[in-house]
């Protein structure tokens, strides 16, 4: 199902900005969505936001209006713009692939089959 690579993790203080980005490669089946998910230590792992193969979006409820999730399909990259950072974002960020149809619609790591190794994101107060 090929190899996602996430990039662009890093510490801001709160309020700042990060863009992350998740480059996709090697794939030889039609991914139908594209997702960020996060986890912290001792959590489990919840979805951020994700992108289907024709635009559509979901976010989750904490990060609505502070993070926008896009696609570059021509380079098989994945983004997602981070703003008014706050220190509950603190995170190990990453890029799932889904390969059903619909999966954007759902945040939830069942949905996705493809995943990246993760990039640290920390915001400190």
């Known amino acids: 199902q090929g190899q996602l690579v996430e990039s662009g993790g890093g510490s801001v203080e709160s309020g700042g900005s990060l863009r992350l980005s998740c480059a996709a490669s090697?794939?030889?089946?039609?991914?139908?969505?594209m997702a960020w998910f996060r986890q912290t230590p001792g959590k489990e792992r919840e979805g951020v936001a994700a992108?289907?193969?024709?635009?559509?979006?979901t976010y989750a409820h904490p990060v609505r209006g502070r993070f926008t999730i896009s696609q570059d399909n021509g380079a098989n990259t994945l983004y997602l713009q981070m703003s008014s950072l706050k220190p509950e974002d603190t995170a190990k960020y990453y890029c799932?692939?889904?390969?059903?149809?619909?999966?954007?619609?759902?945040?939830?790591?069942?949905?996705?089959?493809?995943w990246g190794q993760g990039t640290l994101v920390t915001v400190s107060s």
């Open positions: 799932a692939a889904g390969f059903r149809p619909g999966c954007e619609l759902l945040l939830l790591p069942s949905a996705f089959s493809a």
């Open positions: 090697g794939n030889t089946y039609v991914r139908y969505c």
């Open positions: 992108i289907g193969v024709n635009g559509r979006t």
